[in-house]
């Protein structure tokens, strides 16, 4: 079945720089890719999704790449602030069933 | 965005006993899912639900466990009887259609099973 990794497990920054969190799948069927945030204690949030069909989508300060021939996905976050602290999910998931297959996730520390 | 509850948030309870939890999915949604994440690892899918019936489950979802949604009230997940390796979280989802569509978390339910 599909399996998803992240890389890095943690990453701590200071407040404005940007940070990459990098992602690769294994199932060429796999066709949608939606991220989540979920900080302490509280439920996983949908940030930004992407799908198979497309190269880059933007939204606000998050920039997420696709690239479809190497099965890897990279979520671009700039001018960070420490309300990003969170931990971020890639997921995928082909057309048919919608049960997402999840990495381990992204510890993301932002000092102020 | 749109909230999923679930009830209750922990539970405790002993080895062979029964479980259910509940979800209540966002108003207008018809596809639901349960994940279930053991401390420290990946959250993985168990099941997902539309139309009164699964459609498809992993093989986490053992013979033990079971879904249903009775006339649009909570969507729960039951385990019975209980065992050990069956503590977790366990997310419930919903969303619009399947797909490709934006599933909504609940908070989870934090069961322990002793």
């Known amino acids: 079945g599909e399996q998803v990794e992240q890389l890095p497990s943690s990453l701590i920054v200071q407040e404005g720089a940007s940070v990459l969190i990098n992602c690769s799948y294994t199932?060429?069927?796999?066709?949608?890719f939606p991220w989540y945030k979920q900080e302490p204690g509280k439920r996983l949030q949908f940030i930004i999704d992407?799908?198979?069909?497309?190269e880059r989508k933007q939204t606000q300060r998050l920039t997420l790449l696709f690239d479809k021939k190497t099965k890897h996905l990279s979520l671009h976050i700039t001018a960070t602030q420490p309300g990003d602290s969170a931990i971020y999910f890639c997921s995928a998931s082909n057309n048919a069933g919608a049960k997402l297959t999840f990495g381990g996730g992204t510890r993301l520390t932002v000092r102020p | 965005g749109p909230k999923v509850l679930q009830i209750p948030s922990h539970q405790i309870i002993d080895m062979g006993q029964m479980v259910t939890l509940n979800c209540d999915p966002v108003?207008?949604?018809?596809?639901f899912y349960w994940y279930k994440q053991i401390l420290g690892q990946q959250m993985e899918f168990l099941v997902n639900f539309y139309n009164g019936k699964v459609m498809e489950k992993s093989k986490l979802f053992k013979d033990q466990f079971s879904v249903e949604r009775p006339d649009g009230s909570y969507f729960t997940l039951k385990i019975q009887p209980t065992a050990l390796e069956d503590s977790a979280v366990y997310f419930c989802?919903?969303?619009?259609?399947?797909?490709?569509?934006?599933?909504?978390f609940g908070p989870g339910t934090r069961l322990l099973v002793l």
């Open positions: 992407i799908r198979s069909n497309m």
């Open positions: 108003s207008n949604h018809l596809y």
């Open positions: 199932d060429s069927a796999s066709v949608y």
């Open positions: 989802a919903s969303s619009v259609r399947g797909g490709q569509d934006t599933q909504y």
